[in-house]
């Protein structure tokens, strides 16, 4: 008697287990996610979905960047014009990458702030709009640990969110981010730019991502517009971006005089 009674509570532990079990999976929707509509971008299993150059494996229920060969892109759809975007990343050592989620310049910045060089700048660190606005505070966990993202757009509103602090609030139709949208335009962002594949970059670091998981939003949701201030960045570290800016804008010059130089060559009638 007394070993059955030991069986059926161990039965009884295994199926009270089972739920907390499918929550600790990251690869998967809690219900209230459910309510809310989002919906899983990856299975944790394979690439179902994503366009891979074979440059990233499945590992450990996470996609990561194994050696050289491009980014990922979700090929199933486009991001909506507004939208919640949740996703957890990790990097290796000094590694750099980012999330793509809309045309022209749109980075959610991955970095080990401690160790590269771009997070010496607020404005290039991680969960910033890369080279646009800087997070208010460092909320990055150590190398190799899991962080939680999010990003938020709605309308002329765009929110990053790290580790569950918003960090990064801009409105770009508020005069007072009117250097931080001048610099999103230096690089060839469009600010009305919308219908972008998911996309994860390769920076040619290791870096690690899993349960990403999108939902549209209708445009009315209300946001959390708590106040939040920007990161200050010294003197130094300014004059040191003005200078790479500077680079920025002439290469791309370049390359659109290359390009226009190009174009008008094969209108040239054929002698």
């Known amino acids: ?57 499945i590992d450990d229920g ?17 991001i909506p014009d507004d939208f919640e975007l949740r996703f957890q990343w990790k990097v290796g050592p000094a590694a750099n990458s980012g999330v793509y989620y809309r045309p022209g310049q749109y980075e959610y910045q991955i970095l080990d702030n401690t160790r590269h060089r771009d997070g010496l700048n607020p ?34 509103i765009v929110q990053h969110w790290l580790n569950g602090v918003k960090v990064v609030d801009l409105d770009y139709s508020d005069k007072r981010w009117k250097f931080n949208v001048g610099l999103l335009q ?22 690690w991502y899993r349960g990403i998981r999108l939902r549209e939003l209708s445009g009315k949701e209300k946001l959390d517009r708590t106040d939040i201030t920007p990161a200050e960045i010294p003197a130094d570290v300014l004059a040191a971006e003005k200078k790479k800016l500077d680079g920025i804008v002439a290469r791309r010059k370049a390359q659109q005089e290359k390009a226009k130089k190009a174009k008008a060559k094969t209108k040239e009638p054929a002698k």
Request: aromatic share 8%; net charge positive; glycine share 12%.
């Open 1 to 57: 008697m007394k070993k059955r009674t030991i069986a059926l509570m161990a039965a009884l532990a295994s199926f009270s287990a089972l739920p907390a079990l499918a929550a600790d999976n990251p690869n998967s929707l809690t219900d209230d996610e459910k309510q809310l509509g989002f919906e899983l971008l990856f299975n944790g299993k394979d690439f179902k979905g994503w366009k891979n150059n074979g440059n990233w494996i």
């Open 62 to 78: 996470a996609m990561f960047r194994a050696k050289g060969g491009g980014g990922l892109a979700y090929t199933v759809k486009k």
């Open 123 to 156: 404005r290039s660190s991680a969960a910033s709009i890369y080279f646009c606005m800087q997070p208010s505070h460092d909320m990055t966990r150590s190398v190799g640990e899991w962080n939680h993202g999010r990003i938020v757009c709605q309308g002329t």
């Open 186 to 207: 230096a690089r060839g962002g469009d600010l009305k730019a919308r219908g972008a594949n998911l996309s994860l970059q390769d920076h040619g670091d290791p870096v």
